[in-house]
Nanobody, 126 residues
């Protein structure tokens, strides 16, 4: 099993920045990739960004590309999401997820991931 704990959420003004962290523990050697998803009120959860555990590949949704940066520190078993130029539409609960299963369907897909964190709230005020 892999346990994930997110942190770093909060309230920020439009145009501001936040960095989310996701600390993994447990069977971290089994992680293939880590992803960030978000869910706004009354909306479905959506893909934000993902990174392979080797760090060689990153993936972003079109809505955050150029503003958000995903990175990982394997020594700390932690993945980060640097969010710049935040907009009110970025307001959501942000979830960290880990993929430990063999094979890959697509790192933008929710069902790719078998471990999830509890989420952290990000609120961007206008």
């Amino acid at each position: 099993q892999v346990q994930l704990v997110e942190s770093g959420g909060g309230l920020v003004q439009t145009g501001g920045s936040l960095t989310l962290s996701c600390a993994a523990s447990g069977r971290t050697f089994s992680i293939n990739a880590m992803g960030w998803f978000r869910q706004a009120p009354e909306k479905e959860r959506e893909f934000v960004a993902a990174v392979t555990w080797s760090g060689t590949r990153t993936y972003y949704s079109n809505s955050v590309k150029g503003r958000f940066t995903i990175s990982r520190d394997n020594a700390k078993n932690t993945v980060y999401l640097q969010m710049n130029s935040l907009k009110p539409e970025d307001t959501a609960v942000y979830y960290c997820a880990a993929d430990t299963r063999a094979g890959t369907s697509g790192f933008h897909l929710q069902y790719e991931y078998d471990h999830w964190g509890q989420g952290t709230q990000v609120t961007v005020s206008s």
